[in-house]
């Protein structure tokens, strides 16, 4: 057996090193299942993970086929479950429906539509996820034997308790008849209550769990159950109940010592953590406390926290084991470092040689999982262990007048950044030696006012910007055409600037004939909230607003008394009233010239209306907004032929097909959902597009665009297109594009306002990004200002 392992195990190796799509899919799954030997149970689960293999890597074509010439030989139910479970993730749901209407029995049938279930969630599909699984309570109750019905609703009770459907948990567990069965199903959803940081929801759910054994008098058979109820009351804040269970509990209660653990650890209360993972005492619970930590650290996406914790795992079973599930965890969330990868080969090959039992069907998922590990056709890594980052801002509060005047510490808050240093945006010029970067950023002084400030960096040191000069500054009036604009947009300064630059072959910037710099566009923000533009005659050195009257703001708007409200104001755009998704200001943005030589705007467009928390179906907590004052804002679009004048153009207009509009006229919306990032995103703002390569597919050129996502705080997150209308979202996790910085970093709480070029160096290409850190660089968060991350490209 060994042998033959041996020989499985430098297959699985070559499917990962050597990315040889031959010795994948169909052919492996064949060549495997032919050298399994005689253990039937270890012989179906390496079928059962050929089938995902054949799916991921040769199509579902043809893992449908396998699946066909397998059905003699293997549970046809288990077979259709899976090639059920392949099209789900592969997003082919319309192929999921179909195989699992094949599935007989019943109880099989419906594990399978739990699995469509599941997978609508974690492709950000909320609401489809949510009717699914109450249509799968609805066929339980009505069809469901009466044998299986209690271990049916149970599982659906679990699998909706992952995904933190509270209201659907609630409904399945009151269908369960056996009490024990159903405080079992309570107390696990209490446990994702607690996770989910719902304390009240998790005391209800906790109590009614406890009701449901009023009569139910526990024994020492009932360990599991009194292990579960540990576990919810500590979710709860019930710490004192815990101790009521322990000593039906016995020694399973460290398992709920685990749980808490894991819980904690996820919602950041790590000291709190350690103290209940001290009290884990037998070996082989300290060694699944580990394994358990590895999978909640790299959810929450910190993966290399989650890398780390699966080395200290001394056992190979539950290294292999542990590393499958951090694989698939990764190939869903894309954030782990590609070390994980290496040394997956490694487990692998361990686990094909190991005597351990089941041990080569681990293997053998492990390898299925690493054949589907690389990024998804044009998205980016992502995760603060994939990128190189600062550990400190380069540029802070205070630090241009610090710079400038060689002082010791930052200067006050009277220095041009003194209040704020913010929303970075780069130019590459020169190549080779003579390459450098122009960093412009917004600086706010005390008095709140606000300048576009120029750096200099070498590209041969990132760390170490030079203050250049004062790119734009101005301070209201403003108001050409004698047009009626808010009041607030009279004291209009410059935020949020971004560059458009125009730059000869050598990479400076490029002249007219007569030896005059061709011009430079820097599209800003103003107080008012809409674009204005800046333009440069001097290289990139220096900007200013244009004296052509009908230039800024480039959106003009007007505002008018509120009908519904005495003595408050309205304001509406005024070449076009009936556009609704900017009514409420049309904020930052950013330009780039398409392949037609056409500029291209991206800019925050604001709806009028404010949601509130039930809008939102939100607790508090969720979102940084109050309830009731929850803005609205998506990205919008333009074109321009000349860069002054602009025309505004509908998601309708354009024919926009991409999901990431959702019919609001904007060309990109907040998916308002808890997606794969796992918050609540209900607001985009300060979009930068940077050229990006070609496309993986179709070979065309690829844009990236980076926006600021709101939850609980700002992420940096991105899109990609090769159409510049049609975007796409690339998977994040929790952290964002970067992740967040170690806990007292500058970043550790959020990021926002990124900007990236990709350049070609002596080693390779690479991506560079610079981005502001906790509360958008405003002085108050402390350590803060702005980062600058790189990551080499392996395309």
């Not at 066929?139 to 044998?147: H, K, Q, T, V």
């Not at 006050?412 to 950023?441: F, H, I, M, Q």
């Not at 160096?761 to 991350?789: L, P």
């Given at each position: 057996?060994?042998?033959?392992r041996?020989?499985?195990?430098?297959?699985?190796?070559?499917?990962?090193?050597?990315?040889?799509?031959?010795?994948?899919?169909?052919?492996?799954?064949?060549?495997?299942?032919?050298?399994?030997?005689?253990?039937?149970?270890?012989?179906?689960?390496?079928?059962v993970?050929?089938i995902?293999?054949?799916?991921?890597?040769?199509?579902i074509e043809?893992?449908?086929?396998?699946?066909?010439?397998?059905?003699?030989?293997?549970?046809?139910?288990?077979?259709l479950?899976k090639l059920?479970?392949?099209?789900a993730?592969?997003?082919?749901?319309d192929c999921?429906?179909?195989?699992?209407?094949r599935?007989?029995?019943f109880?099989?049938?419906?594990?399978?539509?739990?699995?469509?279930?599941?997978?609508?969630?974690?492709?950000g599909?909320?609401?489809k996820?949510r009717?699914?699984?109450?249509?799968?309570?609805?066929?339980?109750?009505?069809?469901?034997?009466?044998n299986?019905?209690?271990?049916?609703t149970?599982g659906?009770?679990?699998?909706?308790?992952?995904?933190t459907?509270?209201?659907?948990?609630l409904?399945a567990?009151?269908?369960?008849?056996?009490?024990r069965?159903?405080?079992?199903?309570?107390?696990?959803?209490?446990?994702s209550?607690?996770?989910?940081?719902?304390?009240?929801?998790?005391a209800?759910?906790?109590?009614?769990a406890?009701?449901s054994?009023?009569?139910?008098?526990?024994?020492?058979?009932?360990?599991?159950?009194?292990?579960?109820?540990?576990?919810?009351?500590?979710?709860?804040?019930?710490?004192e109940?815990?101790?009521?269970?322990?000593t039906?509990a016995?020694?399973s209660?460290?398992?709920?010592?685990?749980?808490?653990?894991?819980?904690?650890?996820?919602?950041?209360?790590a000291?709190?953590?350690?103290?209940?993972?001290a009290?884990?005492?037998t070996?082989?619970?300290?060694?699944?406390?580990?394994?358990?930590?590895?999978?909640?650290?790299?959810?929450?996406g910190?993966c290399?926290?989650?890398?780390?914790?699966w080395?200290e795992?001394?056992?190979q079973?539950?290294?292999?084991?542990?590393?499958?599930h951090?694989?698939?965890?990764n190939n869903?969330?894309?954030?782990?470092?590609?070390?994980?990868?290496?040394?997956?080969?490694?487990a692998?090959w361990?686990?094909f040689?190991?005597?351990?039992?089941?041990?080569?069907a681990?293997?053998?998922?492990?390898?299925?999982?690493?054949?589907?590990a690389?990024?998804?056709?044009?998205?980016?890594?992502?995760?603060?262990?994939?990128?190189q980052?600062?550990?400190?801002p380069?540029?802070?509060?205070?630090?241009?007048?610090?710079?400038?005047?060689?002082?010791?510490t930052?200067?006050?808050?009277?220095?041009?950044d003194?209040r704020?240093?913010?929303?970075?945006?780069?130019?590459?010029?020169?190549?080779?030696?003579?390459?450098?970067?122009?960093?412009?950023?917004?600086g706010?002084?005390i008095a709140?006012?606000?300048?576009?400030?120029r750096?200099?960096?070498?590209?041969?040191d990132l760390?170490k910007?030079?203050?250049?000069?004062?790119?734009?500054?101005?301070f209201g009036?403003?108001?050409?055409?004698?047009?009626t604009?808010?009041?607030?947009?009279?004291?209009?300064?410059p935020?949020?600037?971004?560059?458009?630059?125009?730059?000869?072959?050598t990479?400076?910037?490029?002249?007219?004939a007569?030896?005059?710099?061709?011009?430079?566009?820097?599209?800003?923000?103003?107080?008012?909230?809409?674009?204005?533009?800046a333009?440069?005659?001097d290289?990139?050195?220096?900007?200013?607003?244009?004296?052509?009257?009908?230039?800024?703001?480039?959106?003009p708007?007007?505002?008018?008394?509120?009908p519904?409200a005495?003595?408050?104001w309205?304001?509406q755009?005024?070449?076009?009233?009936?556009?609704?998704?900017?009514?409420?200001?049309?904020?930052?943005?950013?330009a780039?010239?398409g392949?037609?030589?056409?500029?291209?705007?991206?800019?925050?467009?604001?709806m009028w209306?404010y949601?509130?928390l039930?809008?939102l179906?939100?607790k508090?907590g969720?979102i940084?907004?109050?309830?009731?004052?929850i803005p609205?804002h998506?990205?919008?679009?333009?074109?321009?032929?000349?860069?002054l004048?602009?025309?505004r153009r509908?998601?309708?207009?354009?024919?926009?097909?991409s999901?990431s509009?959702?019919?609001?006229?904007?060309i990109?919306d907040?998916?308002?959902?808890?997606?794969a990032p796992?918050e609540?995103?209900?607001?985009?703002?300060?979009?930068?597009?940077?050229k990006?390569g070609v496309?993986?597919?179709?070979?065309?050129a690829r844009?990236?665009?980076?926006?600021?996502?709101?939850?609980?705080?700002?992420?940096v997150r991105s899109?990609?297109s090769?159409?510049?209308?049609?975007?796409?979202?690339d998977?994040s996790?929790?952290?964002?594009?970067?992740?967040?910085?170690?806990?007292?970093?500058?970043?550790?709480?959020?990021?926002a306002?990124g900007?990236?070029?990709?350049?070609?160096?002596?080693?390779?290409?690479r991506?560079?990004?610079?981005?502001t850190?906790?509360?958008?660089?405003?002085?108050?968060?402390?350590?803060?200002?702005?980062?600058?991350?790189?990551?080499?490209?392996?395309?």
């Amino acid at each position: 057996m060994r042998a033959r392992r041996s020989t499985i195990a430098l297959t699985a190796f070559l499917l990962f090193s050597c990315s040889i799509p031959t010795l994948a899919g169909e052919h492996t799954a064949k060549q495997m299942i032919k050298n399994l030997g005689d253990d039937p149970g270890t012989e179906k689960t390496a079928a059962v993970a050929m089938i995902e293999a054949t799916a991921k890597i040769d199509g579902i074509e043809k893992a449908t086929a396998l699946v066909e010439r397998l059905k003699d030989r293997f549970p046809q139910e288990e077979l259709l479950e899976k090639l059920v479970a392949s099209c789900a993730d592969l997003g082919d749901f319309d192929c999921a429906y179909y195989q699992a209407t094949r599935i007989e029995p019943f109880n099989w049938r419906m594990r399978a539509m739990s699995q469509i279930a599941s997978a609508f969630a974690e492709d950000g599909e909320i609401s489809k996820s949510r009717a699914a699984f109450a249509y799968i309570l609805q066929a339980i109750a009505r069809d469901a034997p009466a044998n299986y019905r209690d271990q049916l609703t149970i599982g659906i009770l679990n699998s909706v308790a992952e995904f933190t459907f509270l209201d659907i948990g609630l409904n399945a567990a009151r269908l369960v008849a056996d009490p024990r069965k159903r405080a079992e199903g309570l107390f696990g959803l209490a446990l994702s209550a607690g996770r989910a940081k719902q304390v009240d929801e998790a005391a209800a759910i906790y109590q009614e769990a406890k009701q449901s054994l009023a009569s139910v008098e526990l024994t020492e058979k009932d360990s599991w159950l009194a292990t579960r109820a540990i576990a919810a009351a500590v979710a709860a804040g019930r710490n004192e109940d815990a101790e009521l269970y322990e000593t039906v509990a016995g020694a399973s209660k460290e398992w709920a010592y685990g749980q808490i653990t894991a819980m904690l650890y996820y919602i950041g209360h790590a000291s709190e953590a350690d103290t209940w993972a001290a009290r884990i005492q037998t070996p082989a619970r300290r060694t699944w406390l580990q394994s358990l930590l590895a999978e909640t650290h790299i959810k929450s996406g910190n993966c290399g926290d989650a890398l780390a914790k699966w080395k200290e795992i001394k056992s190979q079973s539950w290294s292999a084991a542990t590393l499958l599930h951090l694989t698939e965890e990764n190939n869903r969330r894309m954030c782990a470092d590609t070390a994980i990868f290496a040394d997956a080969a490694a487990a692998s090959w361990q686990a094909f040689n190991s005597e351990t039992p089941g041990a080569l069907a681990i293997g053998f998922q492990i390898a299925t999982a690493m054949a589907a590990a690389e990024p998804r056709p044009n998205s980016l890594w992502t995760g603060r262990t994939r990128w190189q980052c600062t550990a400190d801002p380069i540029i802070y509060p205070g630090w241009w007048d610090q710079a400038l005047n060689d002082l010791p510490t930052p200067a006050g808050l009277d220095s041009a950044d003194g209040r704020r240093a913010t929303a970075p945006t780069v130019v590459k010029l020169g190549k080779g030696s003579t390459s450098r970067y122009y960093l412009y950023y917004m600086g706010e002084s005390i008095a709140w006012r606000t300048r576009i400030l120029r750096v200099e960096i070498s590209s041969s040191d990132l760390k170490k910007p030079r203050p250049g000069n004062v790119a734009l500054e101005f301070f209201g009036p403003l108001e050409p055409n004698n047009r009626t604009y808010s009041r607030e947009y009279l004291r209009a300064g410059p935020y949020y600037g971004s560059v458009v630059e125009d730059l000869d072959v050598t990479g400076e910037p490029a002249k007219k004939a007569d030896g005059s710099f061709k011009p430079w566009f820097m599209y800003i923000a103003t107080a008012g909230n809409n674009p204005g533009v800046a333009v440069s005659t001097d290289g990139g050195l220096t900007f200013a607003l244009p004296t052509d009257l009908g230039v800024n703001p480039i959106f003009p708007f007007e505002v008018f008394p509120d009908p519904s409200a005495d003595g408050k104001w309205r304001r509406q755009p005024l070449e076009a009233k009936n556009k609704m998704y900017d009514q409420s200001g049309a904020g930052s943005a950013d330009a780039i010239r398409g392949e037609d030589g056409k500029l291209r705007m991206f800019y925050t467009a604001r709806m009028w209306n404010y949601l509130t928390l039930d809008d939102l179906g939100a607790k508090r907590g969720e979102i940084f907004h109050g309830d009731g004052n929850i803005p609205d804002h998506g990205i919008g679009y333009a074109e321009s032929s000349d860069g002054l004048h602009w025309n505004r153009r509908t998601s309708t207009s354009l024919g926009v097909t991409s999901s990431s509009a959702l019919g609001t006229g904007r060309i990109i919306d907040p998916r308002f959902r808890r997606g794969a990032p796992g918050e609540l995103e209900y607001t985009l703002t300060r979009p930068m597009v940077f050229k990006d390569g070609v496309d993986a597919v179709s070979g065309a050129a690829r844009y990236r665009m980076l926006v600021s996502s709101h939850s609980s705080t700002y992420r940096v997150r991105s899109l990609h297109s090769t159409d510049l209308i049609n975007w796409f979202w690339d998977l994040s996790p929790k952290g964002g594009l970067f992740g967040l910085g170690d806990k007292g970093r500058f970043d550790d709480q959020s990021t926002a306002y990124g900007d990236c070029l990709r350049e070609t160096t002596q080693t390779g290409d690479r991506y560079v990004c610079w981005y502001t850190g906790n509360r958008f660089g405003h002085y108050s968060a402390g350590k803060t200002g702005i980062g600058v991350c790189t990551m080499a490209i392996k395309e």
